[in-house]
């Protein structure tokens, strides 16, 4: 089965800084990659996917992910951060034709400093 | 926004009584979902539906059913409710088409089972 470890519970960062934040999958086949954002008290909203091809992932509000295969990672970045940026975010993989099986991480809260 | 809404938005009860939680979809689409969040696992899958009355286990399915009579309504009950199904649960829906299968999350049900 697939698995995703999110590295960091709380990321804090500065207004305008880079924002970092770290995913790595184990999968025993080709996986779908996602980041999904929650805002408090809301549903969970796509930020962007890997299915095939280019391995740069653009996303909204500003974000996008690498795939590397060679180091089983998803990471999330933003060059620079926004006070909206604050939320919580989720990586997540699938099977690459069964979305039924879909393992989330345990989330990364990321704080936004003036 | 994907046409999706979840009723009751919060819910207390007492340990031993019967919940039913619905999700309600406009967008026609075949697949839905329930997941429960938990502070430190991200999301897991409780039950989903392939089709009307075409439903399967989750990860997560023990203490739990599910119903689907009607494209539009998925249903979560909870036969008789412990503290441990304490939670916020999500629908999800999603339309697989060729490789594509993204999920869309309505905005969840806060329950608390005293």
């Known amino acids: 089965a697939q698995s995703v470890t999110q590295l960091g519970s709380h990321v804090s960062v500065s207004e305008g800084a880079l924002v970092l934040l770290r995913c790595n999958y184990s999968s025993s086949v080709p996986p779908y990659l996602f980041w999904y954002v929650q805002y408090p008290n809301q549903g969970l909203q796509l930020l962007l996917k890997?299915?095939?091809?280019?391995?740069l992932v653009k996303g909204i509000n500003g974000f996008e992910a690498e795939f590397k295969k060679s180091e089983t990672s998803f990471h999330l970045t933003k060059p620079s951060a926004h006070m909206s940026d604050a939320a919580e975010y989720f990586c997540a993989v699938s099977p690459l034709i069964n979305n039924n099986d879909m393992r989330f991480g345990a989330g990364t809260r990321l704080t936004v400093k003036p | 926004d994907a046409g999706i809404t979840q009723s009751p938005r919060h819910k207390v009860t007492e340990t031993g009584t019967p919940v039913t939680l619905r999700c309600h979809q406009t967008e026609n689409h075949r697949y839905m979902y329930w997941y429960r969040q938990d502070p430190g696992h991200g999301l897991r899958l409780i039950h989903y539906s392939y089709g009307v009355k075409d439903t399967d286990k989750g990860e997560v399915s023990d203490g739990y059913s599910v119903s689907r009579s009607k494209t539009e309504d998925f249903l979560l009950t909870l036969e008789s409710a412990t503290s441990s199904q304490t939670s916020v649960y999500f629908c999800a829906i999603s339309e697989p088409q060729g490789k594509e299968d993204t999920q869309y999350f309505g905005p969840g049900t806060r329950l608390t089972v005293l």
């Open positions: 890997y299915t095939t091809g280019a391995t």
